[in-house]
């Protein structure tokens, strides 16, 4: 279990700029440097949805609703990931958690709620 603790939301306008991190709260070092980590969010009314994925290797992947315009890195010394979100649209906004690939029931936090208007 490693269960992840976000930060880093809030409300921008269209165009605008957040990072987000996560950190794992119950990881150990050993633990988490393994696991490959990512970004999901739930906008209203839609399932959650991966965004965005970074490997052990350092590896990333992204949806293709945010390649070119989000970032994720981690940093295995913080046991955290963080994302950079450039250029927010309003179909960004929604709740944004961190969890594993693949995902882990006991590893869901709170999330962190971002929102972008028009």
């Known amino acids: 279990q490693v269960q992840f603790v976000e930060s880093g939301g809030g409300w921008v306008q269209a165009g605008g700029s957040l990072r987000l991190s996560c950190v794992a709260s119950?990881?150990?070092?050993?633990?988490?440097?393994?696991?490959?980590v990512a970004w999901y969010r739930e906008a209203p009314g839609k399932q959650r949805e991966l965004v965005a994925s970074?490997?052990?290797?350092?590896?990333?992947d992204y949806a293709d609703s945010v390649k070119g315009r989000f970032t994720i890195s981690r940093d295995n010394s913080k046991k955290a990931v963080r994302l950079q979100l450039n250029n927010l649209q309003p179909e960004d906004t929604g709740v944004y958690y961190c969890?594993?690939?693949?995902?882990?029931?006991?590893?869901w936090g709170q999330g962190t709620h971002v929102i972008v208007s028009s």
């Open positions: 969890n594993t690939v693949p995902q882990r029931r006991d590893n």
């Open positions: 119950r990881a150990i070092l050993s633990t988490f440097s393994p696991l490959t």
């Open positions: 970074v490997s052990s290797e350092r590896i990333t």
